[in-house]
Structures are given as structure tokens and as C-alpha cells.
């Protein structure tokens, strides 16, 4: 496992650094102008100017590697001397947003806690529910329980997240104003009273991505159940008298979990795209909505550091999905 897990760091560099220059690639040849909000009374060489100060009149193969080298070396440097009070990145061009002005990844860190509250919490959610619900819909198969959990999984699954997001403001935070439509990304929770505003705000976008996951993986999840009820060995475990919640939750759902391992893991990050739709709906202050003023504005240091960040993340779950096929399956070894 231990050579398994370095081989695939190894492969997971270049991996990456090509996916940087597709999506560096990508962005170069899009249209639009960093300079095109400009007012047309500024002179040309004022604009010209501007556009240098950008680092726009770099050939684009230089200012790649320019980015590479900010964010693999000057980038992790800064932060290092941010925890330890060093000087190592002294004097260091950190990645600069054309929007902002102000380091990209400070601009990113502020967004991150918002995306991860609402984000987060809606994934867990959606796993929690979706595993036991995936579990009681195959051993109750063709019952009223797996019938109205399917009937749930196909409305939660073949809706879009915009489409329900939509419809819960106008039935919980207009008409019955239960929950606030408009998710105030300002509140700081202090008390019990700030605490109870954070969980009501919560609670719409929230349910919008827990309803969207929660059907995708609880259909992964029965359907994994059932494969592995009718196997071989589920009957002779019965055989041998062995209780029937034993045999379920012991033997037949470590095995059925293999495969929902990569639905969960692989989901996990692209979730956060998910939310970039969830979050202009409930105009939450997150990732995803900075991501979009990112391609309104033309700002390709945003735009190339975001879309990187979740290409990172996605080979990081699936590297984290084949190590745990082993730790849940011995019989699968990568050495």
C-alpha cells in the first residue's frame, strides 16, 4: 500500500501540472479583456500601461510559468511565514487578482470559511441520510420504504440545485417566512441568538445540496446492497446462525461500501462546484460566487487558481478513494 500511495503522488505531479496548462490554455484563448471595463477616455498609452502592470505583455508561455512558480513555491512560502514569523518570502510577486487587486489566495481564504460551513455541512448531511437509506431500501426491496425512497432519489436527483433553491424561497422564506431568502454572509455568531440566526440561514441552501447528494449516493448505495445481498457468502453466514443485523451491517456493508467510497470521495470536491449555481441562488459569500465574479470580470489569476484548487482536490479524493478500497477490502493490494 505504502509503494502504491507514493507511485501515485509521483504520477499525481505531472498529472497536475498538465491540467494547469490545459486550463492556463483554456482561459488564454477565451474572449474578453481584463481592460474591458476600461472607460474609453483613457489613452492608449495609459491602457497600454496598465495592461504591462498586469503582466499582460508577457509572452504567454512566461507568465505560466511565472504563475507556476507563485503558487507551488512563493504561495506556500508566504504562508509558512505567516505561521512561524520568518522572512523566506521577502520581496516574493504573490498571485494578484486583476478584480481586486489583493493576493489571490488571501481573497480566497476569507471566502473559504462561508463555503465550507454551508458546503460542508450539506455533504455530510446528505451522507448521512443517503447511506441508511440505501440500506433499508435494499433489505426492504420493492417495499413502500424503497419505493417512496426512490421516488425522493429520482425528484431530488433529476431537479436542479437552481430549480429547488428557487422554489424553497418562495415556499419557506416568502410565502411562510420561515427561513431568510438571502443568506447574510456578515453574521458572526456570538450567542445563542446569533447562533440560532447562523442555523436558519442555514438551513435552505443546506438542504438544496443534501437533497441533491443524499439521492445520488443512497441509489449508489442500494444498488451495492443488493448485488452483495444474493452473494455466496451472506448465505453461509446465515447458515452458520449468525444474526441477521450482524450479517447485514458486519459482512454485507463493508463490502457494499467499496464502491460508494468513490462516489463519496470524488463527490466531495465537486460539490463545490455544485454550489457555484446554489450559492448565486442564495447569494452566499462562498467559493462558487467568487468564482463567477471571477469570470464576469476577466480575471484570470482568480479564475486559473480556483479551477486548479478543484483540480487538486479531485485527485486528492481519488487517491484517498483507492487507499480506502484496501483498508475496507484486504483483498485488494496494491503492492
Known sequence: MLTFTIRRLLLAIPTLIFISLVIFLLLEASPGDPLGDVPLTVPPEVKEKMREALGLGQAWYIRYVLWLKQFFWVEPLYWFDQAFGTGFSDGMQRIISFQSRSPVFDVIAQRVPQTLIVVGMSYLVGVMIAIPI?????????????????????????????????????????????FPS????TLEVRDWDSFLAQVRQMVMPVAVLALYNAAQISRFMRASMLDNLGQDYVRTARAKGLGERTVVLKHVLRNSLIPVVTVIALGLPTVFGGAIITEQVFKVNGLGQLLISAIHANDIPMVLTLTFIFAILIVTFTLIADILYGVLDPRIRYD
Open 134 to 178: 440505501g440500506i433499508l431500501s435494499a433489505y426492504k426491496q420493492y417495499s413502500w420504504f424503497d419505493q417512496l425512497g426512490t421516488f425522493v432519489s429520482m425528484i431530488g436527483f433529476s431537479m436542479p440545485t437552481f430549480f429547488t433553491g428557487v422554489v424553497l424561497i418562495i415556499i419557506f422564506g416568502v410565502k411562510l417566512q420561515w
Open 182 to 185: 438571502v443568506y447574510d454572509t
